[in-house]
């Protein structure tokens, strides 16, 4: 039986977001340096993720600072954006995984364990991150179900949650 990453690389190939060829993963090695790095541990939810699309996803989140050779500079992309805009601060153990365009970032706690954590997004002139899904996965679901609504329909004119 297929895992949820495995279903969800066949459906971006079947809707053409991504070949095959455009969707590599990252070693186990390699998260153990980001967890090494940021000294925390990382989410099973999100290491599944990463080992099937760690560094490369065809289109699906191309525009962002979502691959591993992104991470180590994540975290202070999404304190420069705070300290510009709030008095938020991250704790050391949110984990910024996603940066897109120097106005908005995701993040999850880790200091919980929680092997699916919820994720929050913070945009450019909040005061806070919102609750952005329940779990890992659930986020990255509603991303892929915009980005297959959007490869069907290009001209599709519906607010995002992601897109801004």
């Not at 590599?24 to 998260?31: K, N, Q």
């Not at 990382?42 to 050779?69: N, Q, T, V, W």
């Not at 919102?130 to 069907?152: G, H, P, Q, T, W």
């Amino acid at each position: 039986m297929k895992n949820w990453v495995d279903n969800l690389a066949d459906r971006f190939i079947e809707t053409g977001i991504a070949t095959s060829e455009k969707i590599v993963g990252c070693s186990d090695e390699e998260l153990l340096e980001v967890e090494k790095f940021f000294n925390l541990k990382l989410p099973e939810a999100y290491k599944d993720y990463m080992r099937r699309f760690g560094k490369a996803s065809g289109d699906f989140l191309r525009e962002c600072g979502i691959y591993y050779h992104d991470l180590s500079e994540n975290r202070e992309a999404a304190e420069t954006l705070l300290d510009n805009n709030t008095d938020f601060k991250l704790k050391a153990s949110d984990f910024v995984f996603i940066t897109r365009y120097g106005c908005q970032f995701w993040s999850f706690p880790t200091e919980d364990g929680n092997p699916n954590p919820p994720v929050y997004r913070y945009t450019e002139d909040s005061l806070e991150p919102i609750l952005l899904a329940d779990s890992f996965k659930s986020a990255i679901e509603m991303v892929a179900n915009e980005y297959s609504e959007r490869k069907k329909n290009p001209l599709l004119n519906e607010d995002s949650k992601f897109f801004d």
